[in-house]
C-alpha cells in the first residue's frame, strides 16, 4: 500500500502564489507510473489538475495552464505543484495521485482558499 503526504496548502490573496508538495511516504513505487494533482471545490466533482508520468509527459487541465507548474523526482518518489496567479475559482481541497499498474492511490488533500 502507497501513502501519499502532501504539504503546502494555505491562505492566499488572489494573484499569490502556493507551492504543493507531495512525497510517496511509505510502500513500493513501479515504473512507469503517472503522478498528479486533483481537486475538489464544494459542490463539484473532483478534477484533474496537472499530471505527469515517470517518462516527464504533463498533462494541464485548460483552467491551469500558463499558471501552475508541475514537477517531480523520480528518485525522491515526489511531486510539486507550483500555482501562480490563483484566483478564487482555484479554492479546492488538493489530491495527490499516484496511478501506478492501474491502481490509484490518493492523499488525503490539502486545502487551498484563495480569498481577499
Known amino acids: 500500500q502507497v501513502q501519499l503526504v502532501e504539504s503546502g496548502g494555505g491562505l492566499v490573496q488572489p494573484g499569490g502564489s502556493l507551492t504543493l508538495s507531495c512525497r510517496a511516504a511509505?510502500?513500493?513505487?513501479?515504473?512507469?507510473?503517472?503522478m498528479g494533482w486533483y481537486r475538489q471545490a464544494p459542490g463539484k466533482t473532483r478534477e484533474l489538475v496537472a499530471r505527469?508520468?515517470?517518462?516527464?509527459?504533463?498533462n494541464y487541465a485548460d483552467s491551469v495552464k500558463g499558471r501552475f507548474t508541475i514537477s517531480r523526482d523520480n528518485a525522491k518518489n515526489s511531486v510539486a505543484l507550483q500555482m501562480n496567479s490563483l484566483k478564487a475559482e482555484d479554492t479546492a481541497v488538493y489530491y495527490c495521485?499516484?496511478?501506478?499498474?492501474?491502481?490509484?492511490?490518493w492523499g488525503k488533500g490539502t486545502l487551498v482558499t484563495v480569498s481577499s
Open positions: 495521485n499516484l496511478l501506478q499498474r492501474d491502481i490509484n492511490y
Open positions: 511509505s510502500g513500493v513505487i513501479f515504473r512507469p507510473n503517472v
Open positions: 505527469m508520468t515517470s517518462g516527464s509527459i504533463t
